[in-house]
């Protein structure tokens, strides 16, 4: 009876040790891949292991391709951006690519995104309010103005709506 008792703790415990030995060896290299490196180099360094750990996640390669492109790595993030449009990209994921172009200026393809994410979902209320206050932001405030009237006949109690609308007027870009 001991023999097996003692087995049976026996396995438990290799079973134990190998699955933490596992564990430690899915965890991520944290800090040390970036102490000591140069902030280039560092910066890098961690955007690549995040583009690791992204896989095939579209708001995980956004993010990813949004620093890349506004690092001026335009090519690398543009390869992610593709990427994600390749696959089974929605409406949210439109709105930060179209997030993306406006941050970098580059307005005519982020009114192409927000054109397209509004398309899909034309009751999103939190969309057009966004897109609206990102119109009035570059110049053209009556296409902005008649969004913000949908999204504010749809939700007039809508505390962000409100918020979007003073970033506009006011030229704070949204976080």
């Given at each position: 009876?001991?023999?097996?008792?003692?087995?049976?703790?026996?396995?438990?415990?290799?079973?134990?040790?190998?699955?933490?030995?596992?564990a430690?060896?899915?965890?991520?290299p944290g800090m040390t891949l970036v102490t000591g490196k140069p902030a280039q180099q560092a910066g890098l360094a961690a955007l690549q292991e995040a583009e690791k750990l992204a896989g095939n996640g579209s708001w995980e390669?956004?993010?990813v391709?949004?620093?890349?492109?506004?690092?001026?790595d335009k090519a690398r993030g543009q390869a992610l951006l593709d990427q994600v449009l390749s696959g089974k990209a929605g409406s949210s994921d439109w709105y930060r690519i179209?997030?993306?172009?406006?941050?970098?200026?580059?307005?005519?393809?982020?009114?192409?995104?927000?054109?397209?994410?509004?398309?899909?979902?034309?009751k999103d209320d939190t969309g057009q309010a966004e897109v609206g206050a990102w119109y009035i932001r570059t110049g053209q405030r009556e296409k902005g103005e008649e969004l913000l009237t949908k999204a504010f006949s749809r939700n007039p109690d809508e505390f962000w709506h409100y918020v979007r609308t003073a970033e506009a007027f006011l030229?704070?870009?949204p976080k």
């Open positions: 009876m001991r023999t097996i008792a003692a087995a049976g703790l026996a396995a438990a415990c290799l079973t134990l040790g190998m699955g933490i030995g596992y430690a060896k899915v965890k991520g390669l956004i993010g391709a949004r620093v890349y492109y506004l690092s001026g179209g997030s993306l172009y406006a941050e970098a200026g580059e307005n005519a393809k982020a009114e192409s995104f927000f054109q397209k994410a509004l398309a899909a979902e034309p030229n704070v870009a």
